[in-house]
């Protein structure tokens, strides 16, 4: 099996995944740029509530990302009933994780209240995730689903669902945000309406979708009732569990980054919001590359075939890199015209231009990261990369983030070169995690 046949099916699987990311992100892409239209302080407001918001999706997406390589493995093993049992599983996780979600977004206001933000951004940006966190048990739903199908090898639904949602999202926005159709103006606000409406649509799409096509039918996912199982839901948190805490304490470190940089003022978090936004936009690349990274390396050892999972990990790796160069280098080249997309306020172009040349710097390791990760979730082996992220997220990013932007008075730039150390640190953990125990004659034992 050759390098351009392993590129091509990675890509086959990746592309559509891509695309969802990309559209599925594109929700806060619109929100961000549409309240940059209304001013600094809403643009501040979904800043530190699409953060915060964004900290529980995290955990709940690495919670439930363990569908993936369940499915994946028993799928390549022939074994479909077993994964449709999983997923059923998955789903009772899934309505806890939702309802948890649900109460903490509707706590959140405990966290602004520790932080010294301006009153005015804090206020709104209580108010857009009380009205986001209706939306949780929809998007926690739909998570098990999309990683049921992935699994299965099928990725183009979360391309539909994805696109699906950016369309019904802008027009959701302008009526809510600007009160139009008799509708009040709700700001900031109205986009966490916009979203959580979203994502129920989002949600019935997908089971609509898996009900209608005969490839999901051996699954039998919805044609049997499974009570809980607590074995079988122990063994998807024994998975789960360490990459929802691993990517949480990656979103976390923007998290408390962008709530430290609110401290500053409403300039530097807007500044920062829109440099962080696209960047994560960008991120979301090698985030759809990861999952066809886990499906590709799962079946190949489901097929009980170390080689060729050891194989799926590398190539993986190398398009990530590939691709986020090439994302570098845009970025690098049009860093204002990037800024202006966003806001017509000249000082907060002005520093979020700035900003964005060190989004270009962390786009390589961040790619080799998630890439990595995506090939170890495969292997489920969840558990020693979860401590590599405590030492680069928190340990290194974070410690000297903090150290650059308050004691040195570097301004967001210090948090930035922190938010790059610390990724730089967990893809040469991650990626040398990775070479070493999927040599052959260890992958199966991983597994």
């Known amino acids: 099996m050759n390098l351009r046949y392993e590129v091509g099916r990675t890509f086959l699987l990746a592309a559509p995944l891509i695309v969802g990311q990309l559209t599925n992100f594109g929700m806060n892409f619109v929100d961000t740029v549409m309240a940059g239209r209304l001013g600094a302080e809403d643009l501040g407001a979904i800043a530190i509530g699409s953060a915060i918001w964004g900290a529980g999706f995290m955990f709940s997406l690495g ?3 363990s569908v993936s390589p369940f499915v994946a493995q028993f799928d390549g093993a022939g074994e479909h009933r077993a994964a449709g049992s999983v997923t059923r599983q998955a789903l009772w996780l899934a309505l806890v994780l939702g309802c948890l979600m649900w109460l903490g977004m509707r706590n959140a206001g405990l966290v602004m209240e520790l932080l010294d933000l301006d009153e005015s951004v804090a206020a709104l940006a209580s108010g857009y995730i009380k009205a986001i966190s209706w939306g949780a048990p929809a998007l926690t739903g739909m998570l098990v689903l999309r990683f049921f199908s992935e699994g299965t090898g099928k990725t ?3 391309m539909y669902i994805g696109v699906a949602g950016i369309l019904l999202n802008i027009p959701l926005n302008y009526t809510l945000m600007f009160g139009k159709l008799g509708m009040p103006a709700l700001g900031a606000v109205g986009c966490g309406w916009a979203t959580a409406i979203v994502l129920w ?3 019935f799409m997908m089971v609509v979708y898996i009900l209608g096509k005969p490839h999901y039918r051996p699954f039998e996912v919805f044609r049997r009732f499974s009570a809980p199982r607590f074995q079988e839901i122990g063994s998807l948190l024994r998975v789960g569990l360490p990459v929802g805490v691993m990517i949480f304490l ?13 401290t500053l003022g409403a300039l530097p978090v807007a500044a920062h919001q829109v440099a962080i936004n696209f960047a994560g936009l960008m991120f979301m690349i090698p985030v759809g590359l990861s999952g066809a990274i886990t499906v590709r390396v799962g079946n190949a050892i489901g097929r009980r075939d170390p080689e060729a999972a050891r194989r799926a990990g590398l190539v993986g790796m190398g398009m990530a890199l590939c691709i986020q160069s090439v994302v570098a280098l845009v970025i690098l080249s049009f860093p204002t015209a990037i ?6 306020d000249p000082d907060v172009i002005e520093l979020a231009a ?5 989004a270009a710097i962390f786009q390589l390791p961040d790619a080799l990261q998630a890439a990595t990760a995506g090939a170890l979730r495969g292997m489920k082996d969840t558990r020693i990369p979860l401590i590599f992220t405590v030492i680069a997220y928190w340990l290194v990013g974070m410690s000297l983030g903090w150290w650059l932007t308050f004691r040195q008075d570097m301004g967001p730039a210090g948090m930035w070169i922190g938010l790059i150390a610390g990724l730089t640190v967990a893809a040469v953990l991650l990626g040398g995690r990775y070479w070493r125990i999927s040599r052959p004659g260890r992958v199966l034992k991983i597994a």
Not at 339 to 344: D, G, H, K, W
Request: cysteine-free; hydrophobic content about 60%; glycine content about 10%.
């Open 201 to 203: 649509v989002q949600l």
């Open 250 to 262: 990656e979103g976390s470190l923007f998290v408390a980054a962008a709530l430290l940089i609110g």
């Open 354 to 358: 700035g900003l964005l040349l060190f």
């Open 156 to 158: 183009r639904p979360t």
């Open 63 to 65: 919670v439930l990302m």
């Open 339 to 344: 800024a202006r997309m966003y806001t017509t």
